[in-house]
């Protein structure tokens, strides 16, 4: 075991502080989620958003002795007489040498993989392929950046016959870094896709960038059909040994053909001289390649073809998520019932420990795969992280489990089989909880997520929880250190979910939210949400509620002032209100004329607190009104200025959107207000590419019709079937906030990649399209917006704008959130 004294001298640091010789066991780069125990160590790392020097006292105070930071880290470490410290140039740096170090102790082979797509499907296939042979280890999840990696490497023990790890990059120079900590002994690269990506100056650029991981390896496993891959390996790394796949019959692993039956695809292959054929349960490109990659280091392995081709037979293709969807009896679940192991165990706890809408957590959990621990050790484990979490209750489900029961403190039952605890389930003994299902695959606990789970008809919004921290990291990215942010969750979070947004961003720490209306406070306020909340139109009736559940009014009139005053106490002390000015906008707010009387107002009374002053901007979205914004700016600060004079305290100014965040970022003040490009639109149209997508909303096929030339499709005979077509009815319509607009070819949704066209007009829960020639069976997903076609390409089909289309969508459609 690694002991404190070795890792300040791997990492090249000078201690500046030694207490004791703490074994070095669980590294923590986060402090939001740290494990507490005396063999951890804190990275205090330094970004532009986060210091994490900032939170050194607080991680002392919950029991961490063990930090690594920065030589310019300038508190006195006297205060901290009984831990240790590490002073170092480059804290990240640190964690990739005591990585790389660690790594370099294991002589077990080492395989990587990276490429543009299908780096984590191809792992977990692989290793699901390679279980029963190898104790092997595996990145969580999809865990491959620069921290990723170190995480996943980490994970290394003497058990071990066998490492899986991916590795991702965004930009020149971030490949040797990872390179130098997994040491692939086996390389993988999966498809790289044809754009070139931002960080990158050509995809010949960023081939030559992935293709670095494999520098030292004895082998690279990829398919010779991409010609540019192909080329530049030839001509970069004339040295490199290579075990190639694809339609050219001189690959070591030649596909001769690739046939779409009913429900999948027949494939068969040729390795030395060896016909193997066998089906999968798909027919998509994507896939196909995938497994082909997986099926090639199983040649290259020399497994048996017949242990090859019955691993195939019991692959499925797999959701790699989880989510975190409604449950039956106001419950919450989270569902990520496809794989269990320690380290992706830990990841669904920290996921659960930051869901803030219910107290009440609960697990439902499998035994775990004993690959490189003893029973002993892991079920201990396990138990360590649950209370670490503050897991209210455990149902195991397994036979170890249940062998290990007295491990566990807190309220528990154990159940031998699935089976088991299926017959004796009674669905009243949850409720108002959340709900972590957490199962191998064996264990097959999509059948308790079925039963737990609130029924979702065809038409589900997917919310990708992991693309709204990107993007909440874009818009702070411009913003100083020292700037607050308040997000706008108005009208459901724009469509994607209030209370589950909201939790998220109580957990990256944002400042502040807005809402529209008092009972949107309310309702944030029943979900557990702590944050300070601004209500904007508050009404007369509401604002008891509003003082009630500790909501703060924005005030933009006479009238509203006068009734809010009416109706406080005279006790009350310092009632925080945010004052509107309008500079412009011409919607609320107080004008110029006013200000004189308002100050009058608020230096006569106790009883509030100006808490921000702000106004919003009229056309921060185009360039062509910067001269008009920024005359909004002055008028807003002189009019600051004489409020904050008369008043006599500093109060905190804000005005920029989400387009005036990117646009004018010099005036930024004391805060600014985050709306639209949280959620994935970046409304000056300059940084688009910058942000993800956060949003899916899908549907299925309901029925497929051949419709015959001359026929009509749908009400008012308004789709006309000019030459024979097949139809799809899909699941969704106006009702569900898919406008009617859309009707008669002015709408796509994507079927199995294909773009097809509405037919005739939108009905209230359903529509028809055109799926001529494309391959649809009834039951496939529809996707209506998301990565392609996008909620911005969908808006101008019908010329709105993207909020529009996402706070339309309707209550009814279901929302599933989702983290990688
Ligand atoms: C909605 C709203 C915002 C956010 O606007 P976006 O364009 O979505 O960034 C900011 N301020 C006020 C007052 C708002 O009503």
Redesign the pocket.
């Known amino acids: 075991m690694l002991l404190f004294k070795e890792l300040a001298e791997v990492v090249k640091g000078k201690i500046g502080n030694f207490y004791h010789n703490y074994p070095v066991v669980h590294l923590l780069f986060d402090s939001r989620k740290i494990v507490s125990s005396l063999s951890s160590v804190f990275f205090a790392i330094k970004s532009d958003r986060r210091d994490g020097h900032d939170f050194i006292k607080e991680l002392y105070e919950k029991g961490i002795r063990q930090f690594v930071v920065l030589k310019t880290y300038t508190v006195s470490l006297e205060r901290y007489s009984d831990a240790n410290f590490v002073l170092v140039d480059d804290t990240i740096e640190a964690i990739q040498d005591l990585t790389a170090y660690y790594r370099s102790q294991f002589r077990i082979p080492i395989i990587a993989i990276t490429g543009s797509n299908g780096k984590t499907i191809v792992k977990e296939w692989i290793s699901q392929l390679l279980a029963d042979k190898y104790k092997l280890v595996k990145s969580p999840r999809s865990y491959n950046s620069q921290l990723g990696v170190p995480i996943s490497v980490w994970q290394l023990n003497e058990q071990h016959e066998l490492g899986l790890f991916e590795a991702g990059i965004s930009k020149r120079g971030e490949m040797e870094k990872l390179e130098r900590i997994i040491r692939p002994d086996i390389g993988i690269l999966t498809n790289v896709g044809t754009a070139h990506d931002e960080g990158f100056r050509s995809r010949e650029e960023k081939i030559l960038e992935k293709l670095k991981l494999f520098v030292h390896s004895k082998i690279l496993i990829y398919n010779t059909d991409q010609e540019e891959v192909k080329n530049i390996l030839e001509r970069e790394f004339p040295n490199l040994n290579t075990f190639t796949w694809g339609t050219n019959p001189k690959n070591h692993v030649f596909v001769k053909e690739v046939k779409e039956i009913s429900g999948g695809s027949r494939i068969t292959v040729q390795n030395k001289n060896h016909d193997l054929s066998f089906t999968v349960p798909f027919s998509d490109q994507a896939s196909i390649q995938n497994i082909l990659q997986a099926l090639t280091l199983l040649f290259y392995l020399e497994v048996p073809a017949d242990e090859i081709s019955n691993g195939i037979k019991k692959l499925q293709p797999l959701g790699m998520r989880m989510e975190l969807k409604g449950g039956i009896n106001s419950c919450h679940i989270i569902d990520d019932a496809y794989s269990n192991d320690i380290a992706s165990l830990a990841i669904a706890l920290q996921f659960l420990d930051q869901q803030k809408q219910k107290n009440k957590h609960t697990v439902i959990l499998s035994d775990l795969p004993e690959s490189g621990m003893s029973p002993e050790q892991l079920y201990s484990e396990v138990a360590t992280l649950l209370k670490s979490r503050n897991i209210g209750r455990l149902i195991g489900i397994g036979k170890s489990l249940a062998l290990h029961k007295d491990k566990f403190e807190l309220p528990s039952e154990f159940y031998k089989t699935t089976e088991d605890f299926l017959s004796s389930l009674n669905t009243e003994s949850f409720s108002q909880e959340i709900i972590l299902i957490k199962g191998a695959r064996s264990f097959r606990f999509e059948r308790i997520v079925a039963l737990l789970s609130e029924k979702v008809h065809g038409t589900v919004l997917e919310v990708n929880l992991d693309a709204l921290g990107h993007n909440l990291n874009y818009y702070r990215s411009f913003l100083n250190h020292g700037t607050k942010i308040?997000v706008?969750v108005?009208a459901f979070a724009?469509g994607s979910g209030s209370s589950e947004v909201a939790g998220l961003l109580q957990f990256h720490k944002v400042d502040y939210l807005?809402v529209?209306y008092t009972d949107e406070g309310v309702q944030l306020r029943n979900q557990g949400i702590s944050l300070p909340i601004m209500v904007?139109n508050p009404s007369r009736e509401s604002f008891e509620k509003i003082l009630q559940y500790n909501l703060e009014p924005e005030i933009y009139s006479f009238k509203t002032l006068q009734e809010l005053l009416d109706l406080l106490p005279q006790d009350t002390k310092r009632l925080r209100i945010h004052i509107?000015l309008d500079t412009g906008m011409h919607r609320l707010g107080y004008e110029e004329k006013d200000i004189e009387q308002l100050i009058g107002i608020l230096t006569s009374d106790s009883r509030i607190k100006v808490q921000t002053i702000?106004t919003?901007l009229a056309g921060?979205?185009d360039s062509c009104f910067n001269e008009f914004s920024l005359s909004q700016l002055t008028l807003f600060n002189s009019m600051a200025d004489r409020i904050e004079t008369a008043i006599g305290y500093k109060v905190i100014r804000h005005a920029l959107?989400?387009?005036?965040?990117v646009r004018f970022p010099e005036h930024q003040m004391d805060m600014v207000?985050?709306?639209?490009?949280l959620?994935g639109v970046e409304?000056t149209s300059t940084g688009q590419h910058k942000l993800m997508p956060i949003g899916t909303l899908k549907t299925t096929i309901s029925q497929i019709k051949e419709i015959k030339q001359g026929d009509t499709v749908g009400y008012s005979r308004k789709g006309i079937v000019e030459k024979n077509k097949k139809v799809a009815t899909i699941a969704i319509g106006y009702a569900d906030g898919f406008n009617r607009r859309f009707s008669n070819g002015v709408g796509k949704v994507l079927i199995n990649g294909s773009l097809c066209p509405i037919i005739g007009n939108v009905c209230m829960d359903m529509c028809m399209v055109d799926v001529t020639g494309v391959a649809a069976n009834e039951g496939d997903e529809v996707i209506i917006f998301g990565a392609h076609p996008t909620i911005i390409e969908h808006a101008k089909a019908i010329g709105t704008i993207p909020?529009e289309i996402l706070t339309s969508i309707s209550q009814r459609v279901k929302r599933i959130f989702f983290s990688e």
């Open positions: 308040m706008m108005k724009y807005g529209a904007m509107k702000f919003h921060a979205d959107n989400s387009a005036g965040i207000r985050l709306g639209i490009g959620y409304a909020y």
